[in-house]
């Protein structure tokens, strides 16, 4: 108010451009996003994107396509492997934002004090996960290279869940690095559990 200029220079920029430098994992389009917007979407972001992932699990089950019998018409309202997926890629994903707000909470308590604070950094968190949306196209358009853009659309999202923490907590570059670290680690720990519980059944 004393300039009377706008801080967020992001205010006067069109969306389109606003995205772009948020796909970008630029720091200040994350700022506008988180805090001067008013999106809504984080809830049902989060569930679009474990259901491409749990898709993306199904189609990689072998004996989901295993079945060709062209009398079973209904195969693919019956297939409860997918609701299994979803359930184990929805497991996997609490595990991991766990994990970070475990790491958060034990290397800076000051951060994360109120009940505001722990929501803002789960929006934070579920919006920046938007980069599983790619999953489709990767599945769609299936290629020799698919593995290796799976692994890249991985680390895209990593990167961004940095930068969300980042913003939020408006902390260095480390910090967030040791929370993913360690929300991974719980992660792979859940995946490993479930894939026990799968062979001893």
């Given amino acids: 108010k004393s300039c009377q200029k706008p ?3 992001y205010i006067e920029y069109d969306p389109v451009i606003i995205l772009i430098n948020a796909v ?4 200040q389009a994350y700022r506008h996003i988180l805090f001067n917007t008013k999106i809504n979407i984080h809830g049902k972001l989060c569930i679009f994107c474990l259901l491409c992932e749990a898709y993306l699990r199904w189609l990689q089950l072998q004996d989901s396509s295993q079945n060709t019998d062209p009398d079973d018409l209904i195969r693919y309202a019956k297939e409860w492997d997918f609701y299994r997926m ?3 890629a929805s497991l996997e994903q ?3 934002l766990v ?6 909470w034990w290397m800076r308590p000051e951060m994360l004090k109120t009940k505001s604070d722990f929501i803002l950094l789960l929006k934070a968190l579920l919006l920046s996960s938007y980069g ?12 020799d290279y698919t593995p ?7 680390v895209f999202v990593l990167i961004s869940n940095s930068q969300a923490i980042r913003v939020t907590l408006n902390l260095n570059r480390i910090l967030p690095w040791l929370a993913i670290f360690f929300g991974l680690i719980l992660e792979n720990g859940v995946v490993c559990l479930v894939q026990k ?5």
């Fill in 24 to 27: 970008l994992c630029k720091a």
């Fill in 148 to 154: 290796l853009c799976l692994a890249f659309i991985k």
């Fill in 94 to 96: 609490t595990s991991f």
């Fill in 86 to 88: 979803f359930g184990i």
């Fill in 99 to 104: 994990g970070i707000f475990i790491s958060l």
């Fill in 7 to 9: 801080v967020d220079k």
């Fill in 197 to 201: 519980l799968r062979w001893d059944v």
């Fill in 132 to 143: 599983k949306l790619l999953l489709i196209p990767a599945v769609i358009w299936e290629h």
